[in-house]
């Protein structure tokens, strides 16, 4: 079990290593065969997409990083939620059910890493 970050630049290096493994879902879906006859799996390698462009510039300042991460988490959520559904209709193909399974942790992990961040001190704190 890997220890809990103790500075919200810790936390920031474990969401990026979250979004990486969202990004291979987003990837998988975007080349899937069945994204062409179910265009509304589009909506998670947007959501993906759209939550990774926004945090990419701000890697270097974790408070900026974070509060970001907290804009688009809804929007995140919401398209993970609707990818539980169009997913399987899509396809009841194991690896269908693996990325849902796969998004879902990926949002509830940052979720909780959002949740510890608020109480950790800032680089400029740390110092």
């Excluded at 909506?43 to 939550?51: A, E, L, Q, S, W």
């Excluded at 609707?82 to 998004?103: K, Y």
Aim: proline content about 5%; hydrophobic content about 40%.
């Amino acid at each position: 079990m890997p220890v809990s970050p103790t500075t919200q630049t810790e936390v920031v290096e474990r969401c990026k290593k979250v979004m990486a493994h969202a990004w291979m879902v987003r990837t998988f879906i975007k080349h899937s065969e069945e994204a062409e006859d179910f265009p509304e799996l589009m909506g998670i390698v947007r959501g993906v997409f759209d939550t990774a462009r926004a945090l990419d510039s701000r890697g270097d300042d974790p408070a900026g990083y974070l509060h970001m991460l907290r804009k688009k988490i809804s929007k995140l959520r919401k398209a993970t939620e609707q990818f539980r559904t169009d997913a399987l209709n899509a396809s009841a193909h194991m690896n269908f059910e693996q990325s849902v399974i796969s998004i879902e942790a990926c949002v509830e992990e940052l979720e909780y890493l959002l949740s510890l961040a608020s109480d950790l001190p800032t680089p400029t704190d740390a110092s």
